[in-house]
């Protein structure tokens, strides 16, 4: 790495070698101290790189070996510098523009914030605005070990947090902690109920005494496991005593729904008409100089955000906005039956997104139509296969005789 460095500033030529005896001329030149490197041969000639200063060196050997040397190629930082010798002023704005490239690189330009779930984005970036890590921010004022010390009190829900400064990037990595399910009391003696109507599919007992089985039609809130144990005694007694209830029951659940679907839609419909508008944002201060006025009444916006960099972690604080208008109007269409049907089954789907969680299995579903002369009246059944176990606690835990 270092060598091609020097090399590079130090300037090299690229020299073409043609002849009979262009491997006893690589012979000579290497006694003579010349340095070649990346020799290679293409249609009997052969191709090579050397230091510029070590090609006066050269004549003497193509005269001994009868080869002939061409100069294809000079590279280098002397050789670049070369051309700009009669442009001062060219040299000086390319010189002025590589320190201001450099001046821009000592601030942050680009926050970014990844691993969290539950805290929001912008709390974090806000938090680490106030500790002078934030767009536009010196790099060297940033106050990062004592930022992250800070965060982690500020946010009890974090567990770790981690601060880098990569190029004009500013890397805000949080690790949270997992959340903790609500204290309960695992000491105090209860029953297990039905927390909803159902058919028991399956019923797992690992404390308590079960009163129903799989197959049993159970209400809301109906004892399905006690937290009561009655042992016999020798006297014709029984001895009472309570523990915690613990079991996970499955049931078959129903639900209906009662809904109407109309035979008439709007349909949004793009015309294909659409307007564009360019921003720019330098230094934080958002540019109009493209103004454009939209004259669609109905239009999506879709906006594009471009922030020009250097490299993925040397971002510079310009930023180019595009903003796409694209007109839609509004068509009333009647909807077949068929269409009328689909319309009502996608209703249901979205009831059901809205009524219930992951952990419910949906097994069935049933929809009833009665035609009406706006459209259907719709009535759905829908069968669910959920928990349905529930702790209640006892009113006296102290064993009976």
Partial sequence: MFTRLYRKLTGFAVIKISGFASARFLTLAARKGVILWDVTESGGELTAKIPAASFG??????RKTGCRVR???KRGLPFFARRFRKRPVLTAGVLFFIAFLYFLSSFIWLVRVEGNARIRSDEIAAFFASENIRAGAPKALSRK????????SAFPEAAWVNVTLKGTTALI????KLPEPPAADKSAPCDIIAAKD????SMVTSAGAPLKQERDAVRRGELLVSGTLKTPLENGGELKTTTRAQAAVTARTYYDFNFFAPAAARRKVFTGKAKKRRDVSVLGKKLNPFSVKI???????ITVRRQLRLS????LPVILFSEEYREFIYNEETLSPAENILLAHRMLNNIILQNFGFETDIINKRLEFSQTPGGLSVTARVTALERIDMESPLNNGLPEY
């Fill in 295 to 301: 004259p669609f009444a109905g239009y999506d916006k």
């Fill in 312 to 315: 993925e972690y040397y971002p």
């Fill in 145 to 152: 070990k004592n930022a992250e010390k800070r965060f982690l």
């Fill in 198 to 201: 159902g058919v028991i599919v």
């Fill in 71 to 73: 100069l294809a190629e």
């Fill in 173 to 176: 990595r949080v690790a949270e």
């Fill in 57 to 62: 060196r050269l004549r003497a050997c193509a």
